[in-house]
């Protein structure tokens, strides 16, 4: 038995069957066999060939012949599937097929329904073939804000080269000492009351503290005003984290 043959129909059979590595282990369980994700994964990659009575189960659960799955008969064998007839190469589903092999299609999950974020598809392509006859663009959609002149200071530069070969490791959890005490400093200046060292943590960017704060504080269904027009990522991460967001609009005409 060639494990290239039988790792070949085995992932076959399950493309016929509609069936994924999940569901023969869940097979497995309920009839007391003993099939591991590990060792189907092997199986399905063709590093290792299953025991006779494995054979025998993965068949039966297939609806296979054993000897066709084992690779004893030929390829253009008719698989033993009950009253159905099909050859074991013929998949009808709507798959992508590449000869005997379908390749699996990936639905987007529906937590991503009311997520909107224009870094790339039509609009952004849209804008790109205007650029190209001319027109001038002002991209908003992207928080980038080097080409708008926002260029980082000559001192945070200079004490970044400075301390380059000193923060090959990682920061304290809270982020650097340094760092929350000029936030602190910036809230006193600010006359921002109760802001202490201990209250200040540091994140990689606004973008990542924004998502790990929805994931803290929402439950599924819980409601979040947010103003419109708004940032996508509020809206975004709001709703990746289960919640609702509810935007009140922002009308600069209006007291």
Known sequence: MSKEIFAERLRTSMAQNGKKQVDLIRA?????????????????????????????????????????????????????????GNSIHTIHRNNTVMGDRKMRTFKKSSKLDNVLYDVRGPVVDEAARMEESGTQILKLNIGNPA??????????????????????GYSPANGLFSARKAIMQYAQLKQIPNVSMEDIYTGNGVS???????????????EILIPSPDYPLWTACATLAGGTA??????EQSD
Request: charged share 25%.
């Open 28 to 84: 497995a369980s309920e009839h007391g066999v003993k099939l591991g994700k590990s060792h189907i994964s092997q199986y399905v990659s063709g590093k290792t060939l299953p025991r006779p009575d494995i054979l025998h189960f993965l068949a039966d659960t297939l609806q296979v012949d054993a000897d066709w799955l084992r690779g004893d008969e030929p390829a253009d064998a008719q698989a033993a599937a009950g009253d159905s």
């Open 246 to 251: 509810v935007h009140y609009i922002c009308d």
């Open 147 to 168: 080409p708008f002149g926002f260029r980082t200071p000559d001192e945070v530069i200079y004490d970044m080269r400075r301390q380059l070969t000193e923060c090959e």
């Open 208 to 222: 990542e503290l924004i998502n790990i704060c929805m994931s803290a504080l929402l439950d599924d269904g819980d």
